[in-house]
């Protein structure tokens, strides 16, 4: 089956062809990051028009280096939620009507489903079952996986996403738009020793997170080693990226690896953009390698928003036989946990 896959739920224009017998046939990004970047955050509204004039052109692009033509698609999968709503429709209208003019099925995907069956896009994918963490801008989940759409969820951030605190301790830093990234980078120049960040919740039973306060903590600390109203030096600044990454990341690994024990799954993906964070990949290795569980990731590109995970998701729901109305599906708040399994499992074992 040949599915295009649409992803426009936030700041990214994806777009891919996928094939369930020869795999990914192509995929195209177009990034937003200098429109918003003055603004220091996504402007929902640029963020729709914006969508709207890059769609097409990649449509074209995507379908001209797989090779294959419109006519020749089966299928159709689109970001249905959650994500923002004006970006949500353009996605979601581009994929009815191209589904309608070509009279062949159109499912809305779930974001985070998505980026949680991404690491299936390689070449050694996990097998079911297995723990999710799903790490983005504005998700962090432990997800109990049996199967697609059989999600259990394990626990959850009670306030800012993993993301979403990477990106208010740049902000704070001054650093560029989107911070996750730079803060990451300069992490590597400094002293993860220097400055000690609290572990959040670490010192209690649970699978749930809290990154708020990492947040007051960077910025005392920040206001301490200010001078003059001036940030701090830059090597003061690698170490407060440093600490405070080290911090996100113990955090994410030790209730990780509490999830896999007490599940007794030996498999464990991490997804979303955070899971591009090479700290957080190595230190997770190492730490759950003792505990004889495997982890498994997407390539960097496929961590954060992209258009394969979309077509790769859609296909197999649609694959399952099911689609959706000729009416736009835009769902900006929907939990991972309402998700259903396909109707036909059967037909989904094959071709995965
Ligand atoms: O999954 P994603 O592309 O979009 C959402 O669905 O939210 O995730 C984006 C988030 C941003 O908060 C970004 O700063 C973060 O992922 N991110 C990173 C890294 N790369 C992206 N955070 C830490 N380290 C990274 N290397
Ligand atoms: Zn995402």
Redesign the pocket.
């Known amino acids: 089956m040949l599915v295009l896959g649409i992803e426009t739920s936030?700041d990214e224009t994806g777009v891919a062809v996928y094939d369930s017998d020869r795999g990914l046939l192509a995929h195209t990004l177009y990034s937003q990051v200098k429109l918003h970047a003055d603004y220091g955050g996504v402007v929902p509204e640029l963020a729709s028009r914006d969508h709207i004039r890059k769609i097409l052109p990649l449509l074209d692009e995507v379908l001209e280096s797989a090779g294959v033509l419109k006519q020749d698609l089966d299928g159709i999968a689109y970001t249905a939620g959650p994500g923002l709503m004006g970006a949500l429709m353009v996605g979601g209208a581009m994929a009815t009507a191209l589904g309608f003019a070509l009279d062949i099925p159109v499912v809305g995907v779930h974001?985070m489903e998505a980026?949680l069956l991404a690491p299936m896009l390689e070449n050694n994918p996990p097998d079911f079952p297995f723990v999710a963490l799903l790490v983005?801008?504005?998700h962090t989940q432990l997800v109990s996986v049996a199967s697609i759409g059989d999600y259990e969820l394990l626990g959850e951030s009670l306030d800012d996403a993993a993301?979403?605190a990477?990106?208010k301790t740049a902000k704070m830093l001054d650093l560029d738009y989107?911070?996750?990234?730079v803060l990451?980078k300069l992490a590597e120049q400094g002293e993860i020793e220097r400055f000690t960040f609290p572990r959040p919740m670490t010192d209690r039973p649970g699978l749930d997170f809290s990154f708020s306060g990492l947040k007051t903590f960077t910025r005392n600390l920040i206001d301490k080693h200010r001078g003059n109203d001036v940030l701090p030096d830059d090597q003061t600044i690698a170490d407060i990226c440093a600490g405070f990454q080290e911090a996100v990341v113990d955090t994410l690994v030790i209730k990780c690896k509490r999830a896999a024990i007490a599940s007794g799954i030996k498999t464990l993906v991490i997804a979303?953009?955070?899971s591009?964070?090479t700290r957080l990949r190595h230190k997770l290795e190492v730490v759950l390698k003792e505990e004889g569980v495997e982890v498994f990731y997407a390539r960097h590109e496929f961590c954060?928003?992209n258009g394969a995970m979309i077509a790769y998701a859609g296909c197999q729901r649609l694959l399952a036989g099911q689609s959706n109305p000729l009416s736009i599906s835009a769902t900006p708040r929907w939990p991972l946990d309402q998700l259903s399994q396909p109707s036909s499992t059967d037909v989904l074992k094959e071709s995965i």
């Open positions: 936030c974001h980026h983005s801008g504005g993301g979403e990477f990106d989107p911070g996750g990234p990451a979303g953009g955070v591009a964070n954060t928003d």
